[in-house]
């Protein structure tokens, strides 16, 4: 049973990564304040932001400790590890919105995994990903997995409808030149139609950003959503 094909998503992942916003793609709407929160968002552009910024003023403050120490002058390192509490100012309003990562473990339906693993188990699937796949998938499947759990060809499964991509694409579209959602409709739009409305819903927070918050959010939606793995 293939519920969907990883390398199709990602591509489009990659592409995405690949893809730099048209001028004038963002607008006004960069610094508006009523930029929607994403669902299930664990970590923003701004919080990637300020670790590594804090990373590397620790990292500057250990370096000048460790120079004064032969001049016997440390009075500047001062200033230098102060530096880090700063770090946050530099996010912009569309950082601070900007899903990167997605935790989906609170939907997790024991009753997805058992089905999951039911036919793994039959067919031979080992290391199939159920826990990541429970966590995403509508309840509905349960009787496709076990379908599929009888019939390992799957080929009397009713399969979930595909789902509309067409709002992704556009988004996508809005974004740059890249136009390749079109080359994994059919893929994309299989996988998607066995996702929980919850986390197709996250999925529609991040097509409300602006364009570089946009794509950096579908990115981490496609990685958790497990289309890509």
Known sequence: MNRFSSAAAAALTFALACTAPTEGAEGSATDDPETPEVSYCTRTICQDVVVQCEADWDSDCSSCFSACSYSGDCSICADICSQSSGCGSTCSPRERKACNTFDFSPLHDPEVYDACTRMAAACGAEGHPCDKFARVESPSVVPVYDCFAADCGGTSCAVPAPHDITPLCDAIAE???????????????????????????????????????????????????????
């Open 175 to 229: 974004c740059g030149e890249w136009v390749g959602c079109t080359d994994f409709r059919t893929e994309m739009a299989a996988g998607m139609g066995w996702l929980r409305p919850e986390v197709l819903g996250a999925l529609d927070d991040c097509l409300g950003l602006t364009c570089d918050a946009r794509l950096t959010c579908i990115t981490g939606w496609l990685e958790a959503s497990g289309l890509t793995g």
